[in-house]
């Protein structure tokens, strides 16, 4: 059974810097993506950043160039260096991972205040 275990979230004034890390157990055969949605509430989930097997990554335009999506193929984990904080990057940020099938961490809350 694979788990997903986000940590790093908290509070931060805006213009402040956070980091997530998101660690992968159990048995995981390939990795074809790992990710990192956030969802407002009452909202749907949207895509913050992502990064596939070849290490290529794509951003959300509201968060290019303040956030940086990384991973640790050896120890299946993925980070995102969250810089720049503004208030409305308030929101529960999940981890997404596709091994084969689609995996979700419980979500972390990141607060932002202005």
């Known amino acids: 059974q694979v788990q997903l275990v986000e940590s790093g979230g908290g509070l931060v004034q805006a213009g402040g810097s956070l980091r997530l890390s998101c660690a992968a157990s159990g048995t995981i055969y390939r990795v074809n993506f790992m990710a990192w949605f956030r969802q407002y509430p009452g909202k749907q989930r949207e895509l913050v950043a992502s990064i596939n097997s070849g290490d290529s990554t794509n951003y959300a335009d509201s968060v290019k160039g303040r956030f940086t999506i990384s991973r640790d193929k050896a120890k299946n984990s993925v980070y995102l260096q969250m810089n720049s904080l503004k208030p409305e990057d308030t929101a529960v940020y999940y981890c997404?991972?596709?091994?084969?099938?689609?995996?979700w961490g419980q979500g972390t809350q990141v607060s932002v205040s202005s």
């Open positions: 997404f991972a596709n091994f084969g099938g689609a995996y």
